[in-house]
């Protein structure tokens, strides 16, 4: 069994982002951890669901034919104006798309790009939420073929 040597060098990181607050709290934390390890590439993926996606593509079609440009001019508007500015200068940011189950996106992505570390916010839903939604966070860490960081929403403090 391969040692854990907590001094490794990464050099692709995977931020997954819904655009949620605490996503661009999790992006903070891929930030830092992109500066600390020289040359390091964060990958940023935002993952559309599928169902959705199907849903609007064919109610959207009998109108507009360009959809899927425009969907991705405004997920590319939304990166521009949220997260290219916060990266510093020497982080090498490379942004995709997918459409599909989140987790399964990720975990995909990062096998195929051989990524090192995941960086995700984790969600604070119910079990309504998570029946519903399903939880990205657990099947990423599940599936994930190296290690993953989950950003909990902050605590609310009560009176």
Not at 63 to 85: G, S, T
Not at 105 to 123: H, K
Not at 141 to 149: A, G, Q
Request: charged share 25%; hydrophobic share 45%; proline share 7%.
């Amino acid at each position: 069994m391969d040692e854990i040597d907590a001094r490794q060098n990464f050099s692709k990181i995977l931020f997954g982002t819904d655009f949620s607050p605490n996503a661009d709290r999790a992006f903070a934390y891929a930030i830092r951890m992109a500066m600390r390890h020289s040359g390091c590439d964060l990958h940023l993926l935002h993952v559309i669901p599928e169902p959705p996606a199907q849903f609007w593509k064919g109610y959207i079609y009998e109108v507009d034919e360009d959809v899927d440009a425009r969907a991705k001019r405004e997920i590319d508007q939304k990166i521009a104006e949220v997260y290219r500015p916060r990266v510093p200068e020497g982080v090498r940011l490379v942004v995709a798309m997918r459409i599909g189950e989140a987790g399964h996106q990720m975990v995909e992505y990062a096998q195929a790009m051989d990524i090192d570390l995941v960086i995700i916010g984790r969600q604070g839903v119910g079990k309504v939420g998570k029946i519903f939604f399903g939880n990205v966070a657990e099947r990423v860490v599940r599936k994930s073929p190296c290690p993953v960081l989950v950003i909990p929403p902050l605590a609310t403090r009560r009176p």
